[in-house]
């Protein structure tokens, strides 16, 4: 049973740094896609990353990127997102997903989520 768990949410003023971390159990990531996504309050969960853990191949959301960078531990079967600048539109919740290529999120797996907050 594959199992996502986050961590490395917390407050920060805008302009600050924080690292996420999805560790991740139960699967051979080799042949996964690992994705970041976050939902502020009242809106719908959205794209920020992804990466292909085979190749470390990357993308990012417009709004993250430049200021954010996703990595991968193969060692550690963790992946990482640094988000620096923060602004207080990044405060949301944080979701870390893992799915197989060529399927769908929906088909995947996703963490429980951690808090970002920015404050101006």
């Known amino acids: 049973q594959v199992q996502l768990v986050e961590s490395g949410g917390g407050l920060v003023q805008a302009g600050g740094s924080l690292r996420l971390s999805c560790a991740a159990s139960?699967?051979?990531?080799?042949?996964?896609?690992m994705g970041w996504f976050r939902q502020a309050p009242g809106k719908e969960r959205e794209f920020v990353s992804v990466?292909?853990?085979?190749?470390?191949?990357?993308a990012y959301a417009d709004a993250v990127k430049g200021r954010s960078t996703i990595s991968r531990d193969n060692a550690k079967n963790t992946v990482y997102l640094q988000m620096n600048s923060l602004k207080p539109e990044d405060t949301a919740v944080y979701y870390c997903?893992?799915?197989?290529?060529?399927?769908?999120?929906?088909?995947?797996?996703w963490g429980q989520g951690t808090q970002v907050t920015v404050s101006s």
């Open positions: 990466i292909n853990w085979s190749d470390g191949s990357t």
């Open positions: 997903a893992a799915r197989a290529r060529g399927s769908a999120w929906t088909q995947g797996y």
């Open positions: 139960g699967g051979t990531f080799s042949s996964y896609v």
